[in-house]
């Protein structure tokens, strides 16, 4: 069954270094997503991409941060410049019609 | 705004009892609503949803949800429980019109006792 895949992980950073997010969503997927979990937080939605552009952001989708979808496979999460509050679980996901399908997620750990 | 409230921070069940974690939600259009699991170190697996149609859906695992328009609510059963269901539950809700970003609830820890 395909799924959605992200690398790495696991990553840490030192806070101010720029950090980049992969992803592989599901391949016949139109819909690209990006959430985030804060330890023992709730979800939180970030941004949406869709035909190649940016469909809807949150407020946490502050400059900091940025998308991309480099090539036909791969959807990328920036952030420029770290902060210690951007430790969280990071997840992918994408859709094709409602459901959306996660990935396993990257957990970021700024020092 | 759209929001999503799981009033329980764990239900406990006994394994071949049944099971309902609690989901209420609001929203201002018609309500897209869904249903993720989550394992210790895994992503958020789809379990079932409702966008429209019969009020009761059913989903992976034996697991189904109903839909209550007047009461708002959409509430996860199962009719008899696993202890490999032992897991963390999310509701989410999107406005079936407009955006696609889902609001999730804070979760729900079921704990499944042998």
Known sequence: ?111 | AQSVAQPEDQVNVAEGNPLTVKCTYSVSGNPYLFWYVQYPNRGLQFLLKYITGDNLVKGSYGFEAEFNKSQTSFHLKKPSALVSDSALYFCAVRDGAGRRALTFGSGTRLQVQP
């Open chain 1, 1 to 111: 069954e395909p799924e959605v895949t992200q690398t790495p992980s696991h990553q840490v950073t030192q806070m101010g270094q720029e950090v980049i997010l992969r992803c592989v969503p599901i391949s016949n997927h139109l819909y690209f997503y990006w959430y985030r979990q804060i330890l023992g937080q709730k979800v939180e939605f970030l941004v949406s991409f869709y035909n190649n552009e940016i469909s809807e952001k949150s407020e946490i989708f502050d400059d900091q941060f940025s998308v991309e979808r480099p090539d036909g496979s791969n959807f990328t999460l920036k952030i420029r410049s770290t902060k210690l509050e951007d430790s969280a679980m990071y997840f992918c996901a994408s859709s094709f019609m409602n459901e959306q399908f996660f990935g396993p997620g990257t957990r970021l750990t700024v020092l």
